[in-house]
């Protein structure tokens, strides 16, 4: 999980989420530890798609079929956006081309 994401939480929270296997179980857990999550943590959590610029990428992991993934990293080659994307669920990490 990118680390940026975990900011503003204390040690023993983010045990806790890396100890989440959902994006469900991180949101109720948000809820019950009684602290709220920015907008970039909330659209991490909410797996399922990525993008920049009004851009959606579906981005469900080739290998698990998990949604619960983020990208961790946009770039351009010969021209088109590529999106570099990480399964929470499995730990592979993968592309996905922009549209």
């Known amino acids: 999980?990118?680390?940026d994401l975990l900011k503003g939480l204390t040690d023993e929270q983010i045990k806790k989420v890396k100890e989440?296997?959902?994006s469900e179980e991180i949101l109720n857990l948000a809820k019950s530890e009684g602290f709220e999550l920015s907008d970039e943590?909330?659209?991490?959590?909410?797996?399922g798609f990525c993008g920049g610029g009004g851009e959606k990428i579906s981005k469900d992991c080739p290998?698990?079929?998990s949604g619960w993934t983020n990208c961790i990293e946009q770039y351009e080659k010969?021209?088109?956006?590529w999106y570099k994307c990480y399964c929470?669920?499995?730990?592979?990490?993968?592309?996905v081309k922009g549209k």
């Open 88 to 95: 929470r669920s499995c730990g592979h990490t993968y592309t």
């Open 41 to 47: 943590q909330l659209e991490a959590v909410s797996g």
């Open 63 to 65: 290998k698990c079929k």
């Open 20 to 22: 989440c296997k959902s």
């Open 78 to 81: 010969d021209g088109e956006k």
């Open 1 to 3: 999980m990118n680390k």
